[in-house]
């Protein structure tokens, strides 16, 4: 096998891991956020307008990290800089 399909295999391979471990991460994020938000929601209801604008806050930090994380992949997907 030449070089060239090894690398072209192994960064199909990588940007498949790459974005499975992206949205991984946001689901586990996006439960962790709404359960805490939750928790301290029972916790102390008066807080509620505070913690639920913080939740958004927090949850749009979140759902911004997969999509660096796919511009990232389709760089190596599309423009590989490993192939000479």
Known sequence: ???HTII???SAIS???ILAAAGLG???GWGL???KTLEGIARQ???RPQLMFNMFIFAGLMESFPFIIMA???WFLFANPFIA
């Open 1 to 3: 096998m030449d070089p």
């Open 8 to 10: 072209i295999a192994a």
């Open 15 to 17: 940007v498949g891991v």
């Open 26 to 28: 946001s689901a586990i």
């Open 33 to 35: 956020i709404c359960s």
């Open 45 to 47: 209801p008066e807080m």
């Open 72 to 74: 990232f992949a389709l």
